[in-house]
């Protein structure tokens, strides 16, 4: 009798006793916006530009077709203020077409001395209006850095 007692309990007892599955109506699930981290929209940034995470940091991705010039500039956390950074230059990369130009440093008026918060860079294809899709890459004070952008047409910005 003892054992039939034993051979019930211990299962039951066993069971109890073990993590996982017993109660997973008050398990913590993860939310919607923890899922989303990326996916959300800063709208037009301080140049009405497109705004790209990067890092610790924003960038802004903006456009100027007659003159066939882009630029990048450096935001802070908030995507509002400049943020000078020391960088010899930005890759950006256009997904369609396809091309590479390299940024070059361009200070504003305010950066230290050996830092910029904008680069420039000219290129044929920045001619044609359409709203460009790619990467910016870069080496930040010593520490790789990338950040995915695509244009979306808004208020004051048109193609």
Known sequence: MLQSRFAI????????AMPGCADK???????????KHDDHDHGAGPHGGTIIELGKHHAEFTVDHPAKKATVYILDGSARKAEPIQAAKLLLSIREPRFQVDMAP????????????RFV???????KEREFEGTVS?????TPILGDFKEKAHAGHKH
């Open 138 to 142: 870069a080496e930040i004070d010593g």
């Open 121 to 127: 860079a000219t290129h044929e294809n920045f001619g």
């Open 106 to 117: 361009l200070p504003e008026e305010g950066d230290p001395a050996g830092k910029a918060s």
């Open 25 to 35: 109506k008050n398990a913590k699930q993860p939310s919607a916006k923890a899922e």
């Open 9 to 16: 309990v211990f299962p039951c007892a066993i069971m109890l």
